[in-house]
């Protein structure tokens, strides 16, 4: 059987909305490796015109040759899944693909994950390389910057993207259109001890989600928590807008709030009469 190598190239056009502050801020298209698109973890699998899996690996970046697979396929029709993903955890492992329109994943934030499923004409009994654009990543960034000081009890910040839906026991994207078949809650908590000044103003923290559509109006909520899990500020917003390949904004005052103030005078006269 021929030697097939196939490599994915990952196209980081990003374009970040900015929320509240409302710019906009547009990286151009350039293609690159997948360790400079933050990936670290891919699964392909191989379907035959029959729809029979007849290959399936994954890889990490600790991997010898990552993003770059050899193998040997007969001459034929095929269709290439490939879920490509960046791990929070180190334990976190690629994704399990289980269809063209199905995979799944033990983790419950996404920051870079890219999907594609292709199909492939393998012809002759010679080696061929095969370059799979990956495209722009199908996960949504909710990123947060506070820029007032960080009261002393607050221990952890937390967001929350749709707050009212609840959490699967697996999350899931159809590759071959990257969108999620349900709504989800996302979250994650963020210690105040992770930085070095001990404060959380100024720098930026970020969830990573799945969407159902290109793009989707979701509420999210802020939590700044004390070092028991209490909530000691909040703020939501409704109807926020996210888009695949793109990272919604919010910065400014979060612990605090400015008020303006005047004053006013009532220039009504009152009279009091008497006799001389």
Known sequence: LPVKAFSFAFLVEEARQFKHDLDNDIIPDAKASATEAYVNRIAFAIYDAQGNQTYSTTQTDDDQDFATINTSIPVGEYTFVV??????????????????????????????????????????????????????????????????????????????????????????????????PSDWKYQKTFPRSHYADNTFSNHTIALGILLTDTEQQLDITINALDADGSVLYTR?????????????????????????????????????????
């Open 83 to 180: 879920v490509a993903h960046c791990g929070i955890e180190d334990s976190d492992p690629a994704a399990v693909i289980t269809s063209a329109t199905s995979a799944t994943f033990n983790q419950n934030t996404f920051p870079y994950l890219f999907t594609k499923v292709e199909s492939v004409t393998i012809s002759g009994n010679t080696s061929q390389t095969v370059q799979i654009n990956m495209g722009r990543r199908k996960s949504s960034s909710f990123q947060v910057k506070i820029t007032d000081p960080t009261p002393e009890d607050v221990a952890s910040l937390q967001l929350i993207v749709s707050p009212t839906q609840s959490i699967p026991t697996a999350y899931s994207i159809n590759p071959t259109t990257g969108f999620t």
């Open 236 to 276: 939501t917003k409704t109807g926020v807008t996210f888009r695949q390949a793109s990272t919604t904004r919010a910065s400014g005052t979060f612990f605090s709030s400015t008020a303006d103030g005047s004053l006013t005078f009532d220039t009504t006269e009152g009279y009091i009469d008497i006799t001389l």
